[in-house]
């Protein structure tokens, strides 16, 4: 079985301030790991993902993540934040013969001009 | 290259009656998944498609089904319906064979019941 736990259901950062999103996940086998983006009446976008490769994963809009086995976490960070990543934030897993994502609660960011 | 396209993008229903939303994946994309997402139990994950084939369902209840056709478009179906069942529903399609390439959504289909 596979779950992710995200760390507060919502993040409030001042424009030009760090962004941190934390991720935490549980899984059985290997996991591939998301972060999608959802602006109001929309569906989700995919910011990044994690497959095995460098646990250093850089995304769109100047997002990043980095995969931290020890940790099992995947926290998404940007060291910027501007007003336009102002949505709400969902970290996802899967992995194995498993084609689904198991998804977080999701965070929602507002942006503080 | 054209995105994975939901259809319609608003639905009112009335409680009892059936429905059935499409999705046309990203040409090429073998694999077709819907989700379920309400404020209360956020993305659900209904059922997955490849090739035709259901390879994972979700925890939902019979009424919900789907189906995919040769042209890897899928089609899912609620019937008797519930006021519970309002909720945006939203279709995802990768290529299938390996899950190094993600899922991309669509726009959703935003479903009321009433």
């Known amino acids: 079985a596979q779950s992710v736990t995200q760390l507060g259901s919502h993040v409030s950062v001042s424009e030009g301030a760090l962004v941190l999103l934390r991720c935490n996940y549980s899984?059985?086998?290997?996991?591939?790991l998301f972060w999608y983006v959802q602006y109001p009446n929309q569906g989700l976008q995919l910011l990044l993902k994690y497959t095995s490769a460098a646990t250093l994963v850089k995304g769109i809009n100047g997002f990043e993540a980095e995969f931290k086995k020890s940790e099992t976490s995947f926290h998404l960070t940007k060291p910027s934040a501007h007003m336009s990543d102002a949505a709400e934030y969902f970290c996802?897993?899967?992995?194995?013969?498993?084609?689904?994502?198991?998804f977080g609660k999701g965070t929602l960011l507002t942006v503080n001009p | 290259k054209a995105g994975v396209t939901q259809t319609p993008r608003y639905l009112i229903k009335t409680r009892g009656q059936q429905v059935t939303l499409s999705c046309s994946p990203i040409?090429?994309?073998?694999?077709v998944s819907w989700y379920q997402q309400t404020p209360g139990q956020g993305l659900q994950f209904l059922f997955e498609?490849?090739?035709?084939?259901?390879?994972n369902k979700g925890n939902f209840p019979g009424r919900f089904s789907g189906r995919q056709f040769s042209n890897s478009r899928s089609e899912m179906n609620v019937s008797t319906l519930e006021l519970g069942d309002s909720a945006l529903y939203l279709c995802?399609?990768?290529?299938?064979?390996?899950?190094?390439?993600?899922?991309?959504f669509g726009s959703g289909t935003r479903l009321t019941v009433v």
């Open positions: 040409s090429g994309h073998r694999s």
């Open positions: 995802a399609s990768s290529p299938g064979d390996s899950q190094n390439y993600g899922y991309t």
């Open positions: 996802a897993v899967s992995g194995g013969s498993n084609y689904k994502l198991t």
């Open positions: 498609y490849f090739s035709e084939t259901q390879r």
């Open positions: 899984s059985s086998v290997p996991p591939y």
